[in-house]
């Protein structure tokens, strides 16, 4: 028995070795991928940047140990500049470790915002009657709230069936969604096109209370 306790370790460093090396085959093999996707729309990629949206807060439950923006697309869909990427982090050790990974989309927003938050609310039961009663909203500057909630922009969030699974935030120079999942180009391009014609159903008054002038 112990003659083949050393096999064994040697079997699992190379199986260790082995898991590493495939990992970043199939990693060049998706970032040159999505590269090529970039240079056929136009984009620009960029393997990982510490902050790509700058000042913009993330959703809490995208962010933890050991936090990575990769895999960020760059480029303009109309009018507006958009942000997609990957954002992961790596819970437990050894053996145990487990890497999350989230898709962002961010559309920059016409102005600077406020913190605030649109979630579906998923409990059993709910109304789709009224926007109280189907969404969950909180942010940390009621005008600038009251100036994004108004009766358009609800109404068009309870009858838009997209609003289900695409939750919401406003933070710094951005409105963004995310999801627990890997980065597909096309995928995020329909996502953005969301968040636009949300924006695009603001009024403008939103803007200007946080930016007079501008």
Request: aromatic share 8%.
């Amino acid at each position: 028995m112990e003659g083949a306790l050393p096999v064994i370790a040697l079997a699992a460093v190379v199986m260790s070795a082995g898991a590493v090396v495939v990992a970043a085959h199939f990693r060049k093999e998706r970032t040159a991928e999505l590269r090529s996707w970039a240079r056929t729309h136009g984009w620009t990629y960029t393997d990982h940047l510490s902050r790509p949206l700058g000042e913009a807060a993330l959703p809490r439950s995208t962010v933890g140990p050991h936090p990575r923006a990769e895999h960020v697309l760059t480029g303009r869909r109309g009018q507006y500049p958009v942000v997609a990427f990957e954002q992961t982090h790596t819970m437990g050790r050894g053996t145990g470790r487990v890497r999350h990974a989230y898709r962002i989309v961010a559309v920059r927003t016409p102005g600077p915002n406020a913190e605030l938050r649109i979630l579906r609310r998923r409990d059993r039961g709910i109304s789709d009657d009224t926007f109280d009663s189907a969404f969950h909203a909180s942010g940390n500057d009621p005008a600038f709230t009251g100036a994004v909630l108004d009766g358009v922009v609800t109404k068009w969030l309870l009858a838009d069936p997209r609003s289900r699974s695409l939750p919401v935030h406003f933070s710094g120079d951005y409105v963004l969604t995310w999801a627990a999942m890997r980065l597909d180009p096309d995928r995020a391009l329909t996502v953005a096109d969301y968040l636009i014609d949300l924006v695009e159903r603001i009024p403008d008054e939103a803007w200007k209370r946080r930016a007079p002038g501008r």
